[in-house]
């Protein structure tokens, strides 16, 4: 009888890819777990109990078949696994990376749920992907035939190469416009390398420039190139800006130097790690080395920030957190990896304004303590009187979010509709806007969100946006 391959989680326990020892990894800027080699791979992936309904597919928000390319990994069938992974996410190995998976597949597997630590679907898909990749199985898009229409992008993070992806395996004329250098959005410039490392990304777009995808960058819409001209370039738009608007910190000496954005500290050092001339890092204004850092701010941004500070060689890294470590939104995985690499947390912690006299020479911190839930059940900080405390620093990054920029303003669009938040509004399933033949996807219309939203909303545009242009969407095929 043929060796029972799955179900394999009462005997084999729970393994994540193996992760590089904390004082060589805060040394480099190079991804922190090591690949599954094929047996522990395999071993894993036959660790699933291919429910019948499955949780793990319901929450990831693409709907990945994961138990099928789960159970083709366990068999060895590593190429058919590939193709269905690859048939609903545009860029697997980079959710596998990437994705916070403890609340989204890995967090609703049965197993975790039934004591027996969660299969690790995340590890297995970026297994899967990455050996595709080197096996050659990745290849460029080759539409079966060509259409005349075309669909202009504006916005080249993976919201908008999502759904540039599933135009062009359509057939579809696609541009993308990017005010950056380089494609990617946030892929290339806001997440580190040590999460995600470049070529990574710029293999995927590379694929998609071989594949027919055009690329317009160093291109601001409603400064280089009007709206309308886009607009009237191309018979569907796109607009995946991606939210870039920091919210910002008041109080005395707020406007000391030394006091920073956190993207543009990460723009920054990403920037470094492609190699290119970067006169604000050389000169140690946006560059950690020999200083005392505060980071202040508790979500993915400030974790990535305090990490990135780590590497470049700080003398101290402080993380400020005004709620504690269980109400935090940052992934819990992310501390642990931060504090194993150095990084001192300072929670229940609020900045009240900053001391130095030009430049910043400390944080001025009021102490917090947890109240009553709100409304929403989470429990509101509440100052406590005279607990005051300098905490001396040389470099303070803020990481407290995103706003979106005013599209409609700044494109002198006024007919675009926003909501209060103003993000731009569009349909829940179209993505269609107030004007029509223009779809919004990724996080200006989401706020902050994740890229595996992006994608998701990305490929949903394109389908759309297929129907509009009068032929119906049908699957696409994979690679
Ligand atoms: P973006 O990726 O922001 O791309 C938007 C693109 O539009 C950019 O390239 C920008 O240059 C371009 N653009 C903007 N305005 C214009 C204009 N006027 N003209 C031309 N081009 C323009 N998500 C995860 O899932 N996992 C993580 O670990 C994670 N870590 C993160 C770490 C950091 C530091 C940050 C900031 C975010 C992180 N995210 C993470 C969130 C994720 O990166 C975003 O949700 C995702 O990139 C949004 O995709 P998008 O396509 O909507 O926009
Ligand atoms: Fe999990 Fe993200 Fe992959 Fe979906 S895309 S299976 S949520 S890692
Ligand atoms: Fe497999 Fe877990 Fe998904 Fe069930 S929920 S199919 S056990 S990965």
Redesign the pocket.
Known sequence: MAKQRMLQFVTVARETPEKRDASVRAQDFNEIYREFAIPKAEEQAGRCSQCGVPYCQSHCPLHNNIPDWLRLTAEGRLQEAYEIAQSTNTFPEICGR???QDRLCEGNCVIEQSGHGTVTIGSVEKFVTDTAWDMGWVKPIRPHAERTESVGI???????LAAADFLRRKGVQVTV????DRA????TY??PGF?LEKDVVMNRIKQLEDGGVQFVLN????EDLSFDAIRGKHDAVVI???V?KTRDLMGPGSGAEGIVR??DY?TVSNRKSFGDEVPEYDSGELNAEGKRVVVIGGG??AM?CVRTAIRQGAVSVKCLYRRDRANMPGSQREVANAEEEGVEFVWLAAPKGFSGSTAVEGVMVQRMRLGAPDATGRQSPELIEGADYVEDADLVIKALG?EPEDIPGLWNVPELEVTRWGTIKADFRTHATSLPGVYA????VRG???????IRDGREAAEAILTYLGQPATAVAAE
């Open positions: 990437i994705c916070p504006i916005g080249a993070g993976p919201g908008g416009y990017d005010r950056y990617g959005g946030l892929m806001g997440i999460k291109c601001t819409v409603g995946a800006t991606g870039y956190a993207i990460l993915d941004t990535d995103f996807v990724g996080d200006i902050a969100s994740l890229v595996v939203w992006a």
